[in-house]
């Protein structure tokens, strides 16, 4: 597993994705994924719903890169599922969104937002994704992540031509037997088949950070 990047689903640090979730769970989350990362040699990308300094207002849905080194914040979800304790991100949703790490250029959509069919709704804000992934050069690979929660639609994914897309669903469990699952699928003009993930196993995806032999 050294050398890796480990994609975890949204909200991996709650129980259960429901409006009555108590938020303040596991408040070191983001310490503990970075000693994990430390202790594993590899990165993490992880679903998170932490609790503001106040607790005044609901928290976002946010995706974090996590390394030994630290956590940056990649992307808020903009849009309402209805069904988490979150509130949607209006504006400022991606100051450290499409980043090159090593030898990846990384960028996040936390579930619905990455939603084929809600493309028009966030028109300008893929737009500029795209813009800023295409703009990273010297990367051996391109991966966009999706931390998700989808236990019974089947949705078609926004991508990013040429890149590798990991969608790590919390919900690839027995009780959610219509859950498309996680997934890895490389994006060009003829996209590859899915890979998915075994069922039932572990909701994550994985790829390499570093080529064979470093």
């Not at 202790?39 to 607790?55: E, K, N, Q, Y």
């Not at 579930?111 to 028109?123: F, L, N, S, T, V």
């Not at 989808?150 to 991508?159: A, D, L, R, S, T």
């Not at 890149?163 to 590859?192: C, H, L, T, W």
């Amino acid at each position: 597993m050294s050398g890796t990047i480990l994609v975890l689903p949204e909200a991996f640090n709650l129980e259960s994705y429901d409006l009555r979730s108590n938020i303040r769970e596991y408040p070191r989350m983001l310490s503990d994924l970075q000693q994990v990362s430390e202790d594993f040699d590899i990165v993490i990308v992880a679903g998170l719903i932490i609790p503001s300094p106040t607790h005044h207002e609901k928290p976002y849905s946010s995706a974090y890169l996590i390394d030994a080194n630290g956590a940056e914040l990649m992307c808020h979800k903009m849009l309402q599922d209805s069904q988490g304790p979150y509130r949607p991100c209006q504006t400022g949703c991606d100051g450290h969104n499409a980043v090159k790490y090593l030898n990846v250029a990384l960028c996040c959509l936390v579930c619905m937002d990455a939603y084929e069919r809600h493309a028009p709704a966030q028109q300008e804000r893929l737009r500029l994704l795209k813009e800023k992934m295409d703009k990273l050069t010297e990367v051996e690979y391109r991966l966009m992540c999706v931390p998700a929660h989808i236990e019974e639609n089947q949705p078609n994914f926004w991508g990013i031509p040429n890149s590798y897309r990991i969608v790590a669903n919390a919900s690839n469990r027995p009780e959610f037997p219509k859950s498309p699952g996680s997934s890895v699928e490389y994006m060009d003009e003829q996209p590859s088949p899915v890979i998915r993930v075994p069922d039932h196993s572990p909701c994550i995806g994985l790829h390499p950070l570093r080529p064979e032999g470093s």
